[in-house]
């Protein structure tokens, strides 16, 4: 329903009345959310013009892109990934552990890491039918405590290099490469949620199990194909975010951005009942929310308040998409 | 008590879903409610019952006209409604759930004694035999439905609204639900019966009001208004429903078995099904509630693994079977239960009817949109699903048309046999005929169709053959040339009844 092709027809839905203006609006909260905040940025936020205020906001963008794809991608299917920021994590510190190998080893080795424990979420979600919910909170706490056991709890500096060098600092057309790589990314899964077997039957595991089952969709090899993909897409992450620091760093690279990824794409209109995913919609809330930290940073506002600012508004626009369903 | 609605109209925006109806329903009375779908039925019930307010009209409580502000408010003045889909626990046990949120206590703590004590002597008043303690979700749907009868009136209804309550019964069970209603009619409880099955109404009723598009087209005793008249008031048109067999299925297997099962077990639900169905034949599966209709369906699907038994199609045994590969064989299976089993709810209509031949459509797993949308309009025209568009949401089609969709799924995969479990269930009238003539065509084409039905009358016009299951086995066969009602119930009361308490 709510995929990219769609979200563009939308509209002809005719928002005749103030009634149909206010329900179109509240459909599309995420994308007035965004223009609005960006709009007050833009007038009333110091510094937030500087282009490379823009430019360090997409750097910080592109990996929380692409956790959300493997978030929206889950939650599609009524279930939920918890183990992203972890296992973005175990990436990086995977990264540090095999520096000696060269970058050309590294960092594959980091993108396959995050297969690796997707792939072990994916089994116990679909063959031995943990709740995601568990099996993600599991692997949440063992990755983050294997990657601080792998390089001792401390950060490794990147030696320099290129491949480092381009995915960490590269900016093309102005705008940092690894963002190019994160919108390129979600236009595939976009695509392939709206277009591919495969995405359809996420979506329609999602939407209702048993009817899937009974229709001959392959459930267990879907949810797995689900889990493995927000895997290898949070071990991409941990790779960027790490050339991005320019360090392998167990503790800090990917702590807590499940909850960013989990509050993006449910803000960008994929409900936690599964069923619908809007890919548009995530990347939408992942700058939504990234602006919205760089906004508080900008004005000067206390860490603490600003978490709790964050909590409300995140609050409220949850509260419109519900209203907007 | 005495329930009225006066020219009541309801509008949802533009849309008009009641344009004046009057209902009027005293106390001990028994008031069949009828209409095709979107006549306005359910909108009426949410109107008294206090989910809606109406646009127009009023509601009158003994002759005092009264306003339900809420549910909670029509429940306190004592009308309340008993829903086609249970919404009780099924975890709990039968007195938690008459007790729901009004648990009698004892100090902090729920006085399970009394509670338990207070259930069985509503239980007995309406003659289930249903233990107190039972978990819900052991019981039957149809005696899970007659407990949430009996939690609507311990609450204090005064009039009993039954939306659809015998949609999932059969035989035995629809007398239970008959004995409950004389119940009621017995303790001065008004009754509004809403159920698209013409006998039980004429059976039941002491009046009958009839919608069409909103309006009340006819009330009157059953007397006054003989079945054809009925269904013409229906239908908004003259028309019969007459549907004789067809001439494929009057007799028996014919050639090979398309389809044979060699005793099928699974766990203590299917206990040794035997059964073959040919070419071009329609085998009615029979049998009570509880008498293992869906589960042997399900077994022999693979939705359910099967314990042991031999299911063979045109000669290829299906071993190990799982809904992938039974519909890679060439098995269908359309389920009961279409919102639970069958639609992708929030999903469109193309989305719906193509999900199990989505790889057919795909080329290197790209789906081709243009292909479904071709295989949609196919199915919309041959089964005349009445729809805007393949992008249409499935919600927003009656659940006549859903079906159809369904159906068509089930279809979309060419298969060599279908099973149909119950595909008329609460459909409407048009619906049902529609479905009948798609059935009959599937076996004029070769296809070997095994179908139940909870409609006896249902099966024997369907049915060229039928197989009565009992507790799980088959009890017997009979053909349906010339078989009346009255000669099915024989056969099925010949049968030892149906274990479900």
Redesign the interface.
Known sequence: ?STPVDVAAAPRVAATSLWGAAAWLKARSVYVAFALLVGFDMLATPGFQNPFAVRSLLFTAAPLILIALGQSLAIGTRGIDLSVGSVMGLASAMIGLSLGAGAAVALPLGVLTGLAAGALNGALVALLGIDPLISGLALLVAARGLAQAMLGGARVNLPPGVAYATLGRAVFAGLPLVAIGALAVAGLVGFAVA????G??V??VG??R?????????VRRTLLLVYGASGLLAGLAGVMATARLGAADPNYIGAGAELDAIAAAVIGGTPLSG??ISILGSVFGVLLLTVLDASFIMNDVNGNYAQMLKAGFIIAALYLQRSGG | MSLEARAVTKSFGAAMALRGVSLAVAAGEVHGLMGENGAGKSTLIKILTGFHQPSGGELLLDGQAVVFDSPRAAQRLGVAAVYQEINLIPERSVAANVFLGREPRQGLLIDRRRMEAETAAILARFGLPVSPRARLASLGLGLQQMVSIARTVSLGARVVILDEPSSALSGAEVEVLFGVVEALRRDGIGVVFVSHRLSECYRLCDRLTVLRDGRTVASATPAELPREALIAAMLGREGGLGSPPSAVAASGPAGAARLSVRGLHWRNRVRDVSLEVGSGEIVGLAGLLGAGRTETLKALFGAERPDSGTIRLDGRALTQPSPSRSLGLGLGFLSEDRRAEGIFPGLSVRENLTAAVLPRLARFGIVSRRRQDALVSRFVASLGIKTAGPGQAIGGLSGGNQQKVLLARCLSLEPRVVMLDDPTRGIDVGAKAEVHRAIRSLAEQGLGVLVTSSEIEELLALAGRLVVLSEGAVAGGMSTAGAEPETMLALLAAAPAAGVA
């Open positions: 329903m277009r591919s077997v495969w359809r039957r979506v329609f939407a209702s048993t009817a899937s089952f009974l229709a001959g969709v392959p069923g619908r």
